[in-house]
């Protein structure tokens, strides 16, 4: 079964609504503060709502209501991590932030370390965040196709285009408001999913209770300790430790949502921003991941085949027994959730490719023609865009836990390399380097050569990155003052 007229009539409708929305926002720019803070003046809970919207991706609504039809609810322990990671963030990171106004978080390093340290801290995120979101915008291929038979090609051209016009144009401002749009939009579309299948199954929530307990579908905690393969991947320690090293350097070091909290308007606000968004995120996961077990009573109790993606479950559900009308309105907020991220990324990928590698270039930010550097920054939105694009056509298998894995491989070595800017005041240029290389040979050498689960990836990077570090530091000698951060 295919999208009805009515249900391409949404679907287009609101494609082309939210581009127009957020072409809009192009108005008032002149500086590079404007396209890649929105001028600091978005409140703090359109920010958390932006947070969520970008850290949710179509990996998140295809990918966890997966993970609960092939097992159950223990992926929330990782939540919980993410909850633990913002309280670290709130205290050790953003009071560093808002000792000046930055527009990216490596300028930070730069201040800390010089500019060879900048490069490095920044490539890494370039390079992290241009795998990772290739693995999530080749998710929309599995909507776009489900719903209209579309190819690969075509449905990741169409979704990236319409993205590009409003980025290009919008800046983080268009970022920060069609995000809030875009998150009501698919928040409650997932609502009506659930409402949906409990009218659907036969004696509702009696029924699915029936149909899950004895596959152990509820199950929430896990207190076995797991670390290599074919152990569990999710337990309550991987997910207090490694959720909270993942959210530390995700939110704490990628420029991606590091951008978000720079545009609030105070340090203040930034910090109600990441917690306000923590309780939006845990309650978001609970639904996804709900959905999940209901789709498993839904089906019937399948018999699991380990190993098997089922990414495809959610999207074949709403093509095929949502009612016309209702199913436009979940594919428009499916695509809603990847449009959301795809232009957060660019926006993020353009501010750090533009300011922090403007030393290698032999030129100064401030000193720069406003003008001159504003369509620089949009020119280079484009570039990105294409890449992104090409990305997405690549086949990742399933697809959540694969963009969390790429994620996981690079983090931690950003990661222990902010920690010792903050908490080793004798790191020096050289040796936080000589850590960040160590942390990242280790973590690639143990992915590939070890069983290690990726949830412990982060925490043993950033460890490896932090004393690797503060040994070479002590031998290649005492920092200069004009090093501290402040």
Known sequence: MRLTSLDLVIVAAYLAGITLFGIAFRRGQSSVRDYFLGGRTAPWWALALSIVATETSTLTIVGTPALAFAGNLTFLQFVFGYLAGRVAIVLLFLPHYFHQEYYTAYQLMERRFGARVKAVAASTFLVTRLLAEGVRISAIALVVTSALGTGQRTSILLIMALVLIYTFEGGMKAVIWTDVVQFVLYFCGSLAAFFLLLHRIPGGWESIVQAATPAHKFRVFDFSFSFVHP?????????????????????????????????????????????????????????????????????????????????????????????????????????????????????????????????????????????????????????????????????????????????????????????????????TAPGVLTGMFAGLAAILYVHFRTPLLWTWYVPLSAAVTFLTGALASLVTGIPAATNDPR
């Open 231 to 427: 152990g569990k991947l999710y337990t309550f320690w991987s997910g207090i430790i490694g959720g909270a090293f993942f959210t530390m350097a995700s939110h704490g070091t990628d420029q991606t949502i590091v951008q978000r909290l720079l545009a609030a308007k105070s340090e203040r606000e930034s910090k109600l921003a990441l917690l306000a968004s923590g309780v939006v995120i845990l309650v978001q996961f609970a639904l996804f991941l709900v959905l999940g077990v209901m789709l498993y009573a839904w089906h019937g109790a399948p018999a699991i085949i380990v190993g098997r993606s089922y990414d495809s479950v959610f999207p074949d559900f709403v093509v095929t027994a949502m009612p016309p009308g209702a199913r436009g309105a979940i594919i428009a907020a499916i695509l809603a959730v990847a449009m959301s991220n795809a232009s957060g990324s660019l926006n993020s990928l353009a501010a750090s490719s533009v300011i922090d590698f403007q030393s290698l270039r032999g030129l100064r930010l401030l000193e720069e023609n406003p003008e001159r550097l504003l369509r620089r920054s949009r020119w280079m939105t484009l570039a990105w865009g294409i890449a992104l694009a090409v990305l997405g056509t690549v086949k990742w298998g399933p697809m959540l836990e694969a963009g969390l894995t790429i994620a996981s491989i690079t983090l931690g070595s950003l990661l222990g390399l902010f920690l010792l800017s903050f908490l080793f005041p004798r790191a």
